[in-house]
């Protein structure tokens, strides 16, 4: 079965930094692009930023530009998203997110991970 | 960026009844190459992740019962249910995937009137 799980949330001051991990698991990895996908409490989803599934091409949404920065170890089977610089805005519960046909980039998201929770706060 | 605007923001209905669900992109959606919206529709419960439900606008999911339903075309889609069920309750959202930014639409919420 596929899982994605993922890690590295927590409380945060602001301007700080974290490193968010999504180990996956139950299929081909280095096959799928993978996207983060964050909400914040009681809002709706906001895509935040997409890998190919070889790592050498990304993507972002223009409010993390030059903060955020995608990457993944196939070796490993995990995706991660280091975050920095980060604002109050960026409080959210951010998803892990795998696409559903492999060897493609633009598609839809057929599995979510359970989310980490990142609080920005003083 | 393509902007993704839904309504109603929320609505209610009766069990058994049918609900309607519309989403709007700011631009075409539609690879004139393959002929295909790139529309998806997402139901997510409450303290769960998002479901995919459909996808090419129109293609259900695997497991997903047919009384969800996708269609339309240019830049408006819709997403029914023909017969709302209790455990339909939740936050539908769209998404385009037809540019490398995707984008969500805000959400509808669906309860049972």
């Known amino acids: 079965d596929v899982q994605l799980v993922e890690s590295g949330g927590g409380l945060v001051q602001p301007g700080g930094s974290l490193r968010l991990s999504c180990a996956a698991s139950g299929f081909t990895f280095s096959s799928y692009a993978m996207s983060w996908v964050r909400q914040a409490p009681g809002k709706g989803l906001e895509w935040v930023s997409g890998?190919?599934?070889?790592?050498?091409?990304?993507y972002y949404t223009d409010s993390v530009k030059g903060r955020f920065t995608i990457s993944r170890d196939n070796s490993k089977n995990t995706l991660y998203l280091q975050v920095n610089s980060l604002r109050a805005e960026d409080t959210a519960a951010y998803y892990c997110?795998?696409?559903?046909?492999?060897?493609?980039?633009?598609?839809?998201?057929?599995?979510w991970g359970q989310g980490t929770l990142v609080t920005v706060s003083s | 960026d393509i902007v993704m605007t839904q309504s109603p923001d929320s609505l209610a209905v009766s069990l058994g009844e049918r609900a309607t669900i519309n989403c709007k992109s700011s631009?075409?959606?539609?690879?004139?190459?393959?002929?295909?919206?790139?529309l998806a529709w997402y139901q997510q419960k409450p303290r769960q992740p998002p479901k995919l439900l459909i996808y090419w606008a129109s293609t259900r999911e695997s497991g997903v019962p047919d009384r969800f339903s996708g269609s339309g075309s240019g830049t408006d889609f819709t997403l029914t249910i023909s017969s709302l069920q209790a455990e339909d309750v939740a936050v539908y959202y769209c998404q385009q995937y037809f540019n490398t930014l995707f984008t969500f639409g805000p959400g509808t919420k669906v309860d049972i009137k």
């Open positions: 997110a795998k696409m559903l046909w492999s060897s493609w980039y633009r598609g839809p998201f057929d599995y």
């Open positions: 890998i190919s599934g070889s790592g050498g091409s990304t």
């Open positions: 631009q075409s959606v539609l690879d004139s190459s393959n002929n295909k919206y790139y």
